[in-house]
Each structure stands twice: as structure tokens, then as C-alpha cells.
């Protein structure tokens, strides 16, 4: 797990993040894109995702584990604490 100088300032405070391990395939935003955006800064060579909502409800929270499992940098975490 990456600490918290490994995660993208963008992601908002709560239990699941985007480490800067992430290679911007965007799988997590098609997946769950109630909580993952992709970072529109065109002056980045390659983009990256982060957590914009924490999970609200079961439905999200599931498809965020989804998202974490097929993660292909392994790059979103959970760090087990409550929002
Ligand atoms: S699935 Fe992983 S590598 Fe792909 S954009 Fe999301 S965090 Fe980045």
C-alpha cells in the first residue's frame, strides 16, 4: 500500500485513492465512474485517474472493488478507514 506521499493530490479525503503508480488506462473511470474522474490537464504527457467521490452507497462501493482488482498498476488503494 502507498503512503500518502504517493497519491495524487486530486483525489478527495476518504478511504480510496489513486497511488502514482496509475498509467491513465482509464478501466477505473469506465468502471465505477461515479467516483473515479480522469484528470483533464492537457499539459500532462499522460494523464492519471483519482477518487472524486468516495463510495456512497453498496452499489458504488462494489464496482470501486472491481475497479481496484483490475487495476492493471495495482495503483487504487483502500486504506481500510472510514470517510
Ligand atoms: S485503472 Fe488503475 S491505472 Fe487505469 S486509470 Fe484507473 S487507477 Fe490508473
Redesign the pocket.
Known sequence: MSDLTDRFMENVPGRYY?AKL????????AIAPDN?RENDDMELAVG??YVYRQPENETQEGLCIE?ME????S??CNNGLSN
Not at 22 to 29: A, E, N, Q, S, W
Open positions: 489513486v496509475c498509467i491513465g488506462c482509464c478501466l477505473c473511470t473515479f492519471n485517474s475497479a483490475v487495476c492493471p498498476a495503483a487504487i
